[in-house]
């Protein structure tokens, strides 16, 4: 059985794009048009969230290593910490996926040399419990980050969710609250963010259940742990299963008629691959995300429309990356596990990171949080061995694209020539989202060109045209596949610069290069 199939059900068309399809000439035309009053939406900083699983190894010799040289006195590695930080990072999800539906969390407290080792059954590894609840939550302090935790709603009970947020938020002196003293930490953590479950659509979760009864659990969960703080934030578990006949809008229309009244975010998943190494092919992916979010969208107003106090429900897209070579489709958690996800990223998987996050973007009214899946070694831009770290290709988009966290989101017109994917509708070369600074004005121009051939030089239409200098960041490359390596992760790296535009009755040309990532900035 196919255990990850959202893998195979990615096509993709076009919906903000227009033009010819057909052959390309070697430089193209199109038409971006930026009209700073068509605002979608704010920006959320938590778009820029990532996600740390116990899985391979992301936590141990990720970013927890104790007795390392390159470590703080806390077992935290600096150099990873440092890498964290300036990719922008503003939310952290722990401790799975997976993992999260066999794990419990007072085996992670306590003298570590008293916590108890077990073997997890999520992905079949030993687990030592040296990194739980306290590790976690002063990672998070020392990062920066918002925390985000996740229940055990696989097999997991009610209570021990109830229990976790007692013992993290009780303010007054209370069993668990007193235990977390006990364990060094007086004051409350205070955390906002818990995610209802894993996944518990798909079979191969942990206590996988169908919608009718994950939703009986989610509702008494979450009226349970909104008992020990009425202000928690809580995210349902939606859809990740995309497998032919999984009825994934079935699945969220269960889970959002049941939990509208207790849910400020569903969650949604999707990884892609180049699996028929085709690099056109493979990032059409793009309208796939939008049709998942614009359905959920559709699902969310449907279940609140004519009501004036329904309680806002947003996407939180909690995991999303590119995963294919170290996934065999048909394989178990455990098979899978052998490869410790250690994904070896290329030129074309950086330019995948564009896909998603102008998605994101573009739907900014709605996706109020995204975790790229995940942060170091496990499917990460992030990659070390004991002596030190890399950064791999799909690192330096991520960073760029975080720095327009706060931003508001602009609806952009787009005419760019467009091909017919194998599966799906035609789609646009261009793909493009835009933002600008609430207070500065400053404007980004985020253009993805997926054309293997062809340069695309775009009129950009823009209410007040800059008459001066443009900001450039562009992400190219010659080889498709060039990939970093410990020592060499200097290949795929962006280059700024500043052009001088000449515009002529608000508008201005710019050509963007085939297979290509820029953003352009002015004010
Ligand atoms: O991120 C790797 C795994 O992918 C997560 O554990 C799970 O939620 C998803 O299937």
Known sequence: MNRHPWLLCLTAAAVATMGPVGALAQ??????????????????????????????????????????????ADGFRRDVMDAA??????????????????????????PRADRPVRRDHAWGDIESNHFGTHEFLLYCERLGVEPYLCINAGLGSVDEARQWVEYTNEAGSTYWA???????????????YWGLGNEIDGPWQLGHKNAGDYATFALEA?????????????????????????????????????????????????YVGNRTDDFEQYLAFAQDLDDRIEVVKGQIRAVSVGNPRARPIHIAFDEWNVWYRTLVPGSTEYEIARTRLEEHYNYEDALAMAVFLNAFLRHADVVKMANMAQLVNVIAPIFTSPEGLYLQTIYFPLAEYAKQKGNLSLDVLVESPQYKPDRGRALGYLDVSATRHPATGQTYLNVLNRSASADITARIDVENAPSGPVGVWELNHPDLKATHTFGKDDVVRPKTSTTNVKTSGGSFDYTFPKHSLTILTWK
């Open 27 to 72: 430089t193209e035309r199109a038409r971006i048009k930026v009209d700073p009053d068509r605002v979608i939406g704010e920006v959320h900083p938590h778009v820029f969230g990532n996600f740390t699983e116990h899985l391979g190894r992301c936590i141990y010799g990720g970013i927890f290593e104790e007795g390392s040289p390159l470590a703080d």
């Open 85 to 110: 930080r300036d990719m922008g990072v503003t939310l952290l999800r722990w401790p799975g996926g997976n993992f999260a539906s066999g794990y419990h969390w007072k085996d992670g407290i306590g």
């Open 178 to 192: 007193d235990q977390r003293r006990k364990n060094g930490r007086e004051e409350p953590w205070g955390v906002k």
């Open 222 to 270: 979450a009226k349970a742990m909104r008992r020990a703080d009425e202000s928690i934030k809580l995210i349902a578990s939606g859809s990740s299963n995309f497998a032919p006949g999984a009825d994934w809008v079935g699945w969220n229309r269960t889970v959002l008629e049941r939990l509208k009244n207790e849910i400020d975010y569903i969650s949604l998943h999707t």
